[in-house]
């Protein structure tokens, strides 16, 4: 007989007995709950109840405080659970990127953009510009849409591969990759690409993970449907005059050929006056004050227009506006769950640097212009270039504004001769007038014939007085269009306390504020006033008394018209009207009188 399945099912009848000895030999005893000391007050009854604790109903339903068999599998984790954020051991960080132009802070805490130091541009606090506000306590404003849940990356702790990067002039672009992770096993990034030639950041989110973790999450989440990138931080206040800068502060966004704006000033009233969702081609949205903007710009390389939604808003505890795009989460270029990507410019409104992203951002320049000077572009188009030729030659542009007004009011001399002569005419003519109101006192409708026979028989154009100042307005509003929006001429000095000709020329803060004016002393504005006086006096009088009494209020209007404006506009009326007084005394002086009446 063979022996070996004797041997056989002996070994097995030793296994099956002897396992389950081994194993209690091997492992600890299961933990026991410990039963409390009875207390000198307690009851004897209590002892049982003790022993065995029942769970709140609030504890039932979320599991805390609960005793879980360690031998049991965990519970599933729930949608919301799935998207919470991994335990994570790394610190919270801030990210420094500097290139030749900029010096970006970046919080690994939402991956939020919290500091943009401009370095070619200057702040009158001294240093540079700084884009971003400091004192709004604001994180990031991504998310992530999946078709049954939203994963919120405001302050989703990332890691970043590195904290301090440095980009050299004609060097390479460089990333900059944030990582963080679900505790469903999603793996989320957040890429920064930096050129060191440009203001502007290429920003991608990417979602992926391991594959089986990543499937079985999808399967409570659904698919990722959207990636929202936002900015809720607003625009810092750059400029020294809070109160003059408010007006320019605004939101806007371009939905194929529209473009939707909100002034900030609104949000003051209320928050729906500055909030706004439209779905569409989305091409941009962003926020600006007169030089310096924060666009989200959805790239051209993406396929053309995207269909995606904007939503501008604000935040009116902290006066500051906001903007999101939400995009379709793209599957190509290998993403196993998705990715979308974002251009971020955060830099000077300057044509020739947003003509780059072929969206239109250069019509953006300007947009706190009030509507009726927009008419004015082209011209003020024309005196930029102008006016940055000749720096080319002369290098301060207060020289250049005085050299523009005397060249402006040369080329306007035949007219502004001509006007003068006719206005002096009819300073002679006022006998007659005067004669002609007598008689006619009574019946209006023949005074009225009278007095254009009188004109056509002297060979007067009454109209002709106000030539010069119709012709050279529109000079005048491409100028003052070219000091609100062109930052090529903000902060150029002219020479002792004008140290920017883009502000009022401030010599001293007053210690009370005058009404109208505010509590800056400007020297500009005075003078100015000063040389319209004197023009006054080389103007003829044709209105009597009451043209008398506006020639005198005239130069005090203007004063107040001019006092806040940039003083480098202010430079240029003062410029033309000491070129006005000038010239009106040559004509007079040169120019022989008709009649005996005084001219002046």
């Avoid at 604790?53 to 049991?72: E, H, K, W």
Wanted: hydrophobic share 45%.
């Amino acid at each position: 007989m063979d022996r070996r399945p004797v041997i056989g099912f002996v070994l097995i009848f030793l296994l099956i007995i002897g396992y389950p000895l081994l194993m209690n030999k091997l492992s600890p005893p299961r933990p026991q709950p410990v039963k409390p000391a009875a207390t000198a007050t307690a009851p004897a009854t209590t002892t049982t109840t003790a022993e065995t604790p029942q769970a709140s109903p609030a504890a039932a339903a979320t599991g805390i405080g609960q005793q879980v068999d360690p031998l049991l599998p965990p519970a599933p984790l729930t949608t919301a659970q799935m998207l919470e954020p991994a335990p994570s051991t790394s610190a919270p960080a801030i990210v420094t990127v500097t290139t030749p132009l900029y010096r970006a802070r970046i919080d690994t805490r939402g991956g939020a953009v919290v500091g943009w130091e401009l370095l070619k541009h200057k702040s009158w606090r001294g240093g540079p510009v700084q884009v971003v506000p400091q004192e709004v306590p604001f994180a990031g404003a991504d998310q992530v849409t999946f078709r049954e849940a939203k994963l919120d990356l405001a302050t989703f702790p990332f890691t970043a591969d590195r904290t301090e990067v440095s980009l050299a002039a004609g060097g390479q672009k460089q990333q900059v990759v944030l990582r963080g992770l679900t505790r469903g096993g999603l793996e989320v990034a957040k890429v920064f690409t930096f050129d060191p030639a440009t203001y502007g950041v290429h920003v991608d989110i990417r979602l992926g993970g391991e594959a089986t973790a990543a499937g079985a999450m999808l399967l409570q989440t659904g698919p990722a449907d959207a990636i929202t990138f936002g900015w809720n931080k607003g625009i810092a206040q750059i400029e020294r005059l809070e109160k003059q800068e408010r007006p320019n502060l605004l939101s806007f966004a371009a939905l194929g050929e529209d473009t939707h704006t909100f002034k900030r000033e609104s949000l003051r009233k209320n928050v729906e006056k500055v909030t706004g969702q439209w779905r569409g081609s989305v091409r941009f949205a962003g926020l600006q004050d007169r030089y310096f903007t924060v666009i989200g710009i959805v790239p051209r390389g993406q396929g053309g227009p995207v269909e995606a939604t904007v939503r501008l808003g604000g935040d009116q505890a902290h006066l500051v506006q906001t903007w999101a795009i939400e995009l379709p989460a793209r599957r190509d270029n290998g993403a196993a769950i998705g990715e979308a990507g974002l251009d971020l410019y955060i830099g000077p409104q300057q044509a020739e640097l947003l003509v780059a992203y072929s969206q239109g951002l250069e019509k953006t320049i300007g947009l706190n212009v009030p509507s009726w000077m927009r008419w004015a572009r082209p011209l003020t188009t024309l005196v930029l270039w102008g006016m940055e030729l000749m720096h080319k030659v002369v290098p301060n542009y207060g020289v250049i504004i005085i050299i523009f007004a005397v060249l402006t009011k040369l080329m306007f001399y035949p007219l502004t001769k001509k006007s003068t002569e006719s206005m002096r005419k009819m300073q002679e003519l006022q006998p007659k007038m005067k004669a002609l109101q007598e008689k006619y006192k009574n019946d209006k409708e023949k005074l009225n014939q009278a007095t254009l026979k009188l004109y056509q028989e002297e060979k007067i154009n009454p109209l002709s007085g106000c030539l010069p100042l119709l012709v050279q307005s529109p000079v005048f509003i491409a100028l003052y269009q070219a000091f609100s929006v062109s930052v090529s001429l903000r902060g150029q000095p002219f020479f002792g306390w004008i140290h920017d000709l883009s502000q009022p020329d401030a010599l001293f803060a007053l210690p009370f504020a005058l009404p109208f004016l505010g509590a800056d002393f400007n020297v500009l504005p005075l003078l100015m006033g000063i040389a319209m006086y004197v023009q006054t006096k080389f103007t003829p009088n044709t209105g009597g008394g009451q043209m008398a009494a506006m020639n005198a209020m005239m130069p005090v209007l203007m004063i107040v018209f001019f006092y806040n404006v940039p003083s480098g506009l202010t430079l240029y009326w003062l410029i033309n009207n000491v070129m006005q007084a000038y010239q009106s005394w040559q004509i007079h002086r040169t120019t022989p009188k008709v009649g005996g009446v005084a001219t002046a």
